[in-house]
T-cell receptor, first 113, second 110 residues
Framework: DTAVSQTPKYLVTQMGNDKSIKCEQN?????MYWYKQDSKKFLKIMFS???????INETVPNRFSPKSPDKAHLNLHINSLELGDSAVYFC????????????FGPGTRLTVT | GNSVTQMEGPVTLSEEAFLTINCTYT??????LFWYVQYPGEGLQLLLK?????DKGSNKGFEATYRKETTSFHLEKGSVQVSDSAVYFC?????????FGSGTRLLVRP
C-alpha cells in the first residue's frame, strides 16, 4: 500500500504549457504539502494545506495553484510553465496533532524545454 | 527566522567506517528535529526523529541526539554499509512546514 502517491512520476513539457500534478494520501492525515527540490537537491516548502484550507503559501508565483478537493488529495496546477520551473516536486502529508513528521511521495520530475 | 545548517558533502567512507554528519539549527522555541534520507531516484524517507531536548532518535543503526545547549542534532552510525549511500537531510518542524538543511551526500565504498 502506497501511503503518499503522486502522478505522473515524470513530466516533460514545453515552455508556456499548463500542467498538473496529482497527489493522494491514504494515511488519514489532515495536512498536506508541496515541496520543490532544485537541481542542487535543496528542498523548500511551497504550500501547506490543513483540512483543505491553505495555511502556507511560501512566496510562490501565482502561476502555481494548489487545489485540495478533500483531505486526501492535494493537486498542483502550473500555468505558463517556465524553464526555471524544472525541478522535482514532492507531495507530503502529516498529522500535526500526533507527531510532526511528514511522509513524502516519490516525487514528480518536471522538465520544461 | 528558523534555519538548519548541515556539513557540506560529499562524505566518502569505506565500508564499516564510523559516520558523523553534523547538523545545527537556529529556532525559536524547541522544534521537533528530523533526519530524512533520499536514495537515488527516490523520495524522502524519515530516518529518525526527536521531539524534545536530550531525546535520542534511532533507526537502522543510525542515531542522533537533540542537544539544546549546542543547538545540534548530529547523525551518527557506527559501521556504514554500501547500501547507506544516499543524501541525508536534517530538518526542523516550523509551524506547518519542514525547514531542511542543504543535504549531505554520503558515498560508501566497498
Amino acid at each position: 500500500d502506497t501511503a503518499v502517491s503522486q502522478t505522473p512520476k515524470y513530466l516533460v513539457t514545453q515552455m508556456g504549457n499548463d500542467k498538473s500534478i496529482k497527489c493522494e494520501q491514504n494515511l488519514g492525515h489532515d495536512t498536506m504539502y508541496w515541496y520543490k527540490q532544485d537541481s542542487k537537491k535543496f528542498l523548500k516548502i511551497m504550500f501547506s494545506y490543513n483540512n483543505k484550507e491553505l495555511i502556507i503559501n511560501e512566496t510562490v508565483p501565482n502561476r502555481f495553484s494548489p487545489k485540495s478537493p478533500d483531505k486526501a488529495h492535494l493537486n498542483l496546477h502550473i500555468n505558463s510553465l517556465e524553464l526555471g520551473d524544472s525541478a522535482v516536486y514532492f507531495c507530503a502529508s502529516s498529522q500535526p496533532k500526533s507527531g510532526k513528521e511528514q511522509y513524502f511521495g516519490p516525487g514528480t520530475r518536471l522538465t520544461v524545454t | 527566522g528558523n534555519s538548519v545548517t548541515q556539513m557540506e558533502g560529499p562524505v566518502t567512507l569505506s565500508e564499516e567506517a564510523f559516520l558523523t554528519i553534523n547538523c545545527t539549527y537556529t529556532a525559536t522555541g524547541y522544534p521537533s528535529l528530523f533526519w530524512y534520507v533520499q536514495y537515488p531516484g527516490e523520495g524522502l524517507q524519515l530516518l529518525l526523529k526527536a521531539t524534545k531536548a536530550d531525546d535520542k532518535g534511532s533507526n537502522k543503526g543510525f542515531e542522533a541526539t537533540y542537544r539544546k545547549e549546542t543547538t545540534s542534532f548530529h547523525l551518527e552510525k557506527g559501521s556504514v554499509q554500501v547500501s547507506d549511500s544516499a543524501v541525508y537531510f536534517c530538518a526542523l518542524d516550523s509551524s506547518y512546514k519542514l525547514i531542511f538543511g542543504s543535504g549531505t551526500r554520503l558515498l560508501v565504498r566497498p
